[in-house]
């Protein structure tokens, strides 16, 4: 089995919900992939018994699929890539490397997923709240980009009340494609990756 690491640090967040979703959409089901929650890019280290046990017992590969980040929070593609590679060597285990949004460039997995709405069906969505966030000037604080996706899924009308009532466990539907586009050229990168190691 392979196992996949990701940088959220647990099960119930969109990030997770979401590479579940987007593993079972390629026809990878929870037997053939384990994903794992790192907790945060420096917590690496505390998986790497998993990542050597992976290897050794003949089970797979190890993939992480962190975020790139940008100068701006201390990271960027080829920074954080040379961190990890550097954690891995430390660790003495291997492991392919993914980092959000496209595996080139600087940014992290609310970049790839802002990609991944369905703008046209929701340009009034959009454009309201652009004009939201203009109006809020220097004087406040804008929500960030997490903060705007989930009021992206949660203001949608439609849902069920347990659809609302788990948003806050990750599960932004996004095998809905009302919502979602997970056919948009924006994930090329990541499902080649995928298709490539498992």
């Known amino acids: 089995m392979t ?3 990701l940088e959220t640090g647990k099960k119930s967040t969109f990030e997770y919900v979401f590479m579940r979703t987007l593993l079972g959409s390629m026809g990878y089901g929870s037997g053939k992939v384990e994903i794992l929650c790192a907790d945060g890019k420096d917590n690496l280290h505390n998986l790497a018994n998993k990542m050597r046990e992976t290897v050794l017992e003949g089970k797979g590969r190890n993939l992480i699929v962190f975020d790139a980040d940008t100068e701006a929070n201390g990271g960027g593609f080829q920074k954080r890539k040379g961190e ?6 430390a660790m003495g285990v291997e492991a392919d490397l993914f980092l959000f949004p496209n595996n080139a460039d600087d940014g992290d997995f609310e970049t790839l997923l802002e990609k991944l709405i369905q703008a046209g069906e929701h340009k009034l969505f959009l454009d309201c709240y652009g004009d939201y966030e203009r109006c809020l000037g ?7 980009r997490k903060g705007r996706l ?3 899924i949660s203001a949608q009308k439609g849902l069920t009340q ?8 990750g599960e932004w539907l996004f095998d809905d494609s ?3 586009n997970l056919e948009s050229g ?3 990168a990541l499902k080649r990756f995928l298709a490539e190691k498992l």
Request: hydrophobic share 35%; charged share 30%; no cysteine.
């Open 3 to 5: 196992r996949i690491y």
């Open 178 to 180: 009302r919502f979602w």
């Open 138 to 144: 220097d004087r406040y604080f804008a929500p960030n």
């Open 186 to 188: 924006a994930l090329d």
């Open 150 to 152: 989930h009021t992206y």
């Open 162 to 169: 347990a659809q609302r009532k788990n948003l806050g466990k």
């Open 84 to 89: 990890i590679e550097r954690q891995l060597a």
